[in-house]
């Protein structure tokens, strides 16, 4: 049989009912209502200091710390992420999930207490352990609860609360500054984290864990090696020999992990040729341009629009990326998963393209339409990654397998957005660099497309194959 009926087959045995949990609607809402706030806070926790660290960091002091309150949430949160997908693998879903959560609340309430901007960022550190226990399990926890045709609707949810956080955010942050004080910023996540534990008690997994011994060695490993290779995204003395550094413990950790009976990301998931591929593409699709939204609203502002005119424009991401979440599901099943990739390579080359067409008259209607079809190209690629990255993988693996995509992710897209701020700071003059980060996510795009092509040439060969074995 070739691997392209062994994937299909894979996915549509996946389909079938015995591998969806079998609850209620009643309790499957409120499972849902559980992870989609759980992701909220989280998703605000990443951009509401964007606006209102400043005056933080002006009440507390300390600014030479200004980087890492926000390299400290990002890293941790980076690095636990496939250590929380074994650990769901290992234990279970739910109750790793709500340690997370616990976590992620006890980070919130000292962040709220912090007296200088040092307390802030190990306080803040400890917010993104709970982050990177937490943001996973939407997505996992999604996988065991509904069908693949079902799950392109849910990740369609899931993006449309990143695209609120990112929206309400400046404006809850500049409220709570203005009216009760900064520390809100943090405390007003205490609440809903209790709720969503509250509605988590409905859950009652399907899934059945087996428990094991856990690789403390080879987490450290690569906990270690992650941090060393992503301090090459902040502002730190020697940062070329610590990335060095990184690289040599990771390939420590793979050569542990190779032996050791129960590792933290099992060699079979990084053996499995479609998985791997699956992470490389969205490796270099966050590396080649979601950080674009990053610089695309400073775009705007230079013009003279407003913080919330500039922001708006992202609703055009969020709006392509549910366009194409929501039909993902059934797509993969009609089409299958090369085709796709590659179409959503196409899309994000074209976007890369329009976005060098961008020029210092250029209106909101205008960019909100280029961010439009970069939506589409990331709500396709991220959503068949997420679902594909589950139902290729053994019942075991499917956690660890999720978080292995979105480790991926958040690597692309600290060492894109470090790509492209580079590129600004060194030219000349503010537009001069918007140029160069556009036309070098103009390119990355284009090699992403390149890199996704040969799937076709597979696609075709295995129904090639299929048909010869037919007659």
């Avoid at 400890?126 to 065991?144: E, R, S």
């Avoid at 060393?228 to 690289?247: C, F, K, Q």
């Avoid at 079809?373 to 396709?380: H, P, T």
């Avoid at 894109?416 to 980060?437: D, I, K, Q």
């Amino acid at each position: 049989m070739t691997q392209h009926r062994q994937d299909a087959a894979t996915l549509a045995a996946d389909g079938g009912s015995g591998s969806v949990a079998r609850v209620s609607r009643l309790q499957r809402a409120a499972i849902l209502t559980s992870i989609v706030l759980a992701m909220l806070v989280g998703a605000m926790d990443t951009t509401i200091l964007n606006t209102t660290m400043p005056r933080i960091a002006a009440a507390l002091g300390g600014h030479e710390w200004y980087a890492w309150t926000f390299a400290s949430y990002m890293i941790f949160s980076t690095v636990l992420a496939p250590v929380a997908g074994r650990l769901a693998d290992l234990f279970g879903r739910k109750r790793v999930f709500a340690v997370g959560l616990i976590v992620f609340l006890a980070g919130s309430a000292l962040c709220g207490w912090a007296g200088s901007m040092l307390q802030l960022v190990f306080f803040r550190a400890i917010q993104g352990i709970g982050a990177g226990l937490v943001l996973p399990f939407p997505a996992i926890i999604a996988g065991d609860l509904f069908t693949i045709e079902k799950r392109g609707q849910i990740q369609a949810l899931f993006n449309a609360m990143w695209g609120i956080a990112g929206l309400i955010a400046p404006f809850l942050g500049g409220l709570f500054l203005e009216t009760i004080g900064w520390r809100w910023i943090f405390w007003v996540n205490i609440p809903v984290c209790l709720i969503s534990l509250l509605f988590l008690l409905a859950y009652r997994e399907a899934y059945r864990p087996r428990p094991s011994r856990v690789d403390g060695v080879g987490a450290a490993l690569f906990a270690a090696g992650i941090v060393l290779v992503l301090l090459v995204t902040v502002e730190v003395p020697y940062r070329a020999p610590l990335a060095a550094a990184g690289l040599v413990l990771l390939a420590l950790f793979f050569l542990y992990e190779r032996r050791h009976p129960s590792p933290i990301i099992p060699m079979s998931l990084l053996k499995n040729r479609p998985i791997r591929w699956i992470s490389l593409n969205a490796f270099l699709t966050y590396v080649a341009l979601f950080g674009a939204s990053s610089y695309v609203p400073m775009f705007l502002q230079h013009q003279g629009y407003s913080v919330f005119a500039s922001g708006a424009v992202l609703l055009g991401m969020t709006a392509g990326w549910m366009l194409c979440s929501v039909p993902a599901g059934k797509w993969i099943l009609k089409y299958g998963y090369p085709r796709l990739f590659v179409a959503g390579s196409s899309i994000l080359a074209a976007g890369g393209a329009l976005l060098t067409l961008l020029r210092e008259s250029t209106g909101p209607l205008a960019v909100a339409a280029v961010m439009l079809v970069l939506g589409l190209a990331f709500g396709l690629i991220s959503t068949v990654g997420i679902i594909c990255s589950q139902m290729l993988a053994g019942p075991h693996e499917k956690g660890v397998s999720t978080s292995l995509q979105l480790l991926c992710r958040n690597i692309g897209t600290a060492i894109g957005v470090t790509v492209m701020g580079a590129l600004f700071n060194g030219a000349p003059g503010p537009y001069e660099g918007f140029s160069r980060l556009f036309a070098y996510g103009a390119a990355a795009g284009v090699f992403t497309l390149l890199m996704a092509l040969p799937l076709l040439r597979k696609s075709a060969q295995g129904h090639a194959a299929q048909a010869e074995a037919e007659r």
